[in-house]
Structure formats: structure tokens, C-alpha cells
């Protein structure tokens, strides 16, 4: 199973991130495969954001329920990561991962500045 970021490099603030992830080797419903999206900001730990499920079930950290949404095509096998309102506190490398067989993909660099 492979995972691939993509999506801008610079957000403004106050602006929507959003980040698509590719997968290949696996489909978005097979059972039991859980869909994530983590974060790191730099200098701290790893942060999860949230998860779809392959039934399409949606979980999200709290402090970002708010903000967040993801979805996914299953025609396409993207899922997508949408962040409203961004400040520079959410700058940090962004990974996909499948949860369950703890499957990542390289990362992308998102920065938030004006």
C-alpha cells in the first residue's frame, strides 16, 4: 500500500487548507482500513487530526472538529484533507497514513503565512 500527499505548500491565514491523498495497493473500503490524517509542527510531536473509515465513518481530535473535514472518493481512492481558518500555528508537515497496518506517506510541508 502506497500513500502520496498533495495540495499547496503556502496557505494564507484565515484561508482553507486542503490536501489529497492518493492511495494505491488498497481500496478506500476494504474493511477495516482506517484513513488518517497527522500532523507534525515543527519542533513538536505528532498530532492526529482524524480518520475515515471504510464505511465512510468519520473521527476527529476534538481541539479541531471544528475546522476539519475529511472525505474521501472512492472512484478515485483520494482522501481529502479540508482545514478552515488557518493561522500560522497550524504550519507543519501533514501526513496520510492508514491507521490500522500503520501505513504513511512521505509528508508535505504546508505553511501558513501572509
Known amino acids: 500500500v502506497q500513500l502520496q500527499e498533495s495540495g499547496p505548500g503556502l496557505v494564507k491565514p484565515s484561508e482553507t487548507l486542503s490536501l489529497t491523498c492518493t492511495v494505491s495497493?488498497?481500496?478506500?473500503?476494504?474493511?477495516?482500513?482506517?484513513w488518517s490524517w497527522v500532523r507534525q509542527p515543527p519542533g513538536k510531536g505528532l498530532e492526529w487530526m482524524g480518520s475515515?473509515?471504510?464505511?465512510?465513518?468519520?473521527y476527529y481530535t476534538p481541539s479541531l472538529e471544528r475546522r476539519t473535514a475529511i472525505s474521501r472518493d472512492a472512484s478515485k481512492n483520494h482522501v481529502t484533507l479540508q482545514l478552515s481558518s488557518v493561522t500560522p500555528e497550524d504550519t507543519a508537515v501533514y501526513y496520510c497514513?492508514?491507521?490500522?497496518?500503520?501505513?504513511w506517506g512521505q509528508g508535505t510541508q504546508v505553511t501558513v503565512s501572509s
Open positions: 495497493g488498497a481500496s478506500l473500503t476494504t474493511n477495516d482500513y482506517y
Open positions: 475515515i473509515s471504510y464505511s465512510g465513518t468519520t
Open positions: 497514513a492508514e491507521s490500522a497496518r500503520d501505513f
